[in-house]
Structures are given as C-alpha cells and as structure tokens.
C-alpha cells in the first residue's frame, strides 16, 4: 500500500469516527477510543486485502504498526485539540515504522476525530518526569521546522544530539529572568527537569490557587500524619516537573497558617483539612480537566473525570490517621 492511499484511508476512518461521535457516542477514557479506532482502521484494511494486529502493544510507539507506517493516537475529554505525546527519546519506537500518524478524538466542544502527520503535528516540548513532544491539530509551524531539522534526520540522531537540538529551542524561548534549569547530553539522565523554572512565591494567586490543587489532587498522600515522610515529594516533583514552579517549602502549601486559615481565620485545628476545603472547587476543575496520563503517572490507574473526586477520597482514607476526609471534604459533591 502506497502512502496516497494509506492517508485516504485515514481520512475514510476518521470521517465514520467523527458521525460516531457526533451521533452519541462519545468515549471517556483513551483505551476505550483506542480500540475503536485500531478496530475501524482493521476493517478498512480487510476491505482491502489486508489487516492489522488488533492487540495493542503496551508501551509501544506508535501505537498501531501496519508494516511501514503508524498511527499514534491522542484523545482528550475536553474541547483541546492539544496533548502531550512521546518521549523525545522515542526508545519504544518500532523500527519498522517510517511513516507516522495522529489520529485524535476530541470529545469536549463539538465531537471529532482527524488525522495529520506526526511531524506536521508535533509544535512543543514539555516535562512529565522525562522531556516529552506535545502535539496539536492544526499547528501552524511544527517544531522540527523551529529546530531546522526534519523529524526524519530527527529520529535518526543519537540522543545527546536531539538534547542539543531541544536545549537551542528551550533557550529560545526564556523569558527576561529565567534560566534553563534541565537537559545535559548524557543519555543515563532519566528524569529531565522543565525548560523554564518559576518560583512559586512570585506566582498570582489565581495561579497558586491552582496549583495547589492540582498537586493535592494528584497527591492524596498530604493527608498522612505530619511527621511523615515524604508526603509532599510529589508535590514537590509535580510543580517542578510539569509547571516548571519551584516551591522550597512543599508542605506550607498546606500546613502554613496562610493557607489554612483563609477561609476560617480561628487559629487551631486540622490545618490541612481548612487547606483543602479552601481549594474544593479548583480541586474539582482539576479532577475535570487535568490529562489522564497525569493520574496513571500518579495513582498508577486510569479514572474518569467523573470519579476522580470520589477516587482521591477513598485514596485520602487510607492515609489519614486520625481523621477521615469523606466526611469532611466535598460533601456538597455528594448530595
């Protein structure tokens, strides 16, 4: 099959997708939009003459291989046509492949699925634990064009080479006061920090307000006993890793009198229980909006919006010691 075709067949695909959607059927979690889409591009492959593995490959990049080419596919609950995607490093990627796709549904707004070119889609790069490509639909310029290289000569680059090429990039887009905090060459550095690092004591409010709960929502573990261990490193690794926010003091984002006693100026009590309260309904925006690959990155499972709420609450159970959270935290999400 040649590559005109293979691209009409997308564009077939993505066309039956796009009336399935907008018909009703809408789909809430990556997996379940990943299997119909390898299921529909299968049966257009039988149509003519061939097929694919129907079985998706974990960890596996792209996620569908029909001989030389694949289809990587991104889905987002929201009204985006943005999200992050591999990593820089690409070291899942199937040898075989030389032509690459994306294939996204977006089910907020108004329902769709198109197609593009990997390359042509590719416009960033951002951190979740390790440097990763962000993809939109309807880019205008990509990012292998900002970096003068073709996502071709791209993927063929040793390592420390594409680290030169997104460390140029990043230094190209500081701000007047920040420094590029991340990225040596050497292969071995598994956990890259982001292209530019704020403090958090120089955000807004708004911003801090938002943070806040982002992290606590990722983080059910702040609930724990207050000489625990560890209980806000992934607070910590959170604003770092994916806001580029450094925060010397994690723990007085919760605990500090500034915080908890916002909304009730009593002094005494359960600190982080008033912290949390304060911040219930951008806690909830967060459980609405936030990537699920946030939440498979740090609960280890994949939750639907709708149940996240409910989850970091059964999740806070288990870690607070002499107080229970469900009975003290969103109990207007329950009525």
């Not at 040898?95 to 108004?110: N, Q």
């Not at 004591?201 to 708004?206: K, T």
């Not at 009593?266 to 304060?278: M, S, T």
């Not at 219930?280 to 609960?299: G, I, K, P, S």
Request: hydrophobic share 35%.
């Amino acid at each position: 099959m040649d590559i005109q075709r293979f691209e009409q067949l997308l564009g077939i695909l993505c066309k039956k997708l796009t009336a399935e959607c907008q018909s009703g059927k809408l789909y809430n979690k990556s997996s379940l939009f990943e299997a119909r889409v390898r299921k529909a591009l299968n049966k257009l492959l039988v149509d003519e003459g061939t097929a694919i593995d129907v079985s998706p490959q974990p960890q596996a990049f792209p996620d569908i291989v029909f001989g030389v080419f694949g289809v990587e596919v991104k889905f987002t609950v929201n009204d985006t046509w943005r999200s992050i995607a591999n990593s820089v490093f690409e070291g899942t990627r199937d040898p075989k492949v030389k032509h690459i796709y994306v294939v996204f549904g977006k089910m907020g707004g108004t329902p769709a699925v198109e197609w593009g070119r990997y390359e042509d889609c590719v416009i960033h790069v951002r951190t979740s634990h390790v440097p990763r490509f962000e993809v939109e639909m309807h880019a205008g310029e990509s990012l292998f064009k900002k970096l003068g290289v073709s996502y071709y000569d791209f993927s063929k680059l040793p390592i420390e080479d594409r680290m030169r090429h997104i460390r140029k990039y990043a230094r190209g887009r500081l701000n007047p006061g920040e420094r590029l905090w991340w990225l040596e060459d050497r292969i071995e550095q598994e956990h890259s920090l982001p292209l530019q690092v704020r403090l958090y004591m120089g955000l807004s409010q708004a911003e801090k307000r938002q943070l806040r709960a982002e992290a606590a929502l990722l983080s059910p573990q702040i609930v724990k006993p207050s000489r625990s261990k560890g209980k806000y490193n992934d607070v910590t690794i959170y604003l770092l890793t994916y806001h580029g926010v450094l925060c010397p003091q994690s723990r007085d984002l919760f605990s500090a009198g500034s915080v908890a006693l916002r909304s009730d100026p009593e002094r005494g009590g359960n600190y982080i229980l008033r912290a949390l309260r304060d911040i219930e309904n951008e806690m909830c925006q967060a459980a609405a909006t936030l990537e699920d690959a946030l939440f498979v990155e740090y609960w280890g499972v994949s939750v639907p919006p709708k149940e996240r709420i409910k989850e970091w609450l059964k999740r806070a159970d288990k870690f607070a010691k002499t107080w229970k959270p469900s009975k003290s935290l969103f109990l207007k999400e329950k009525t």
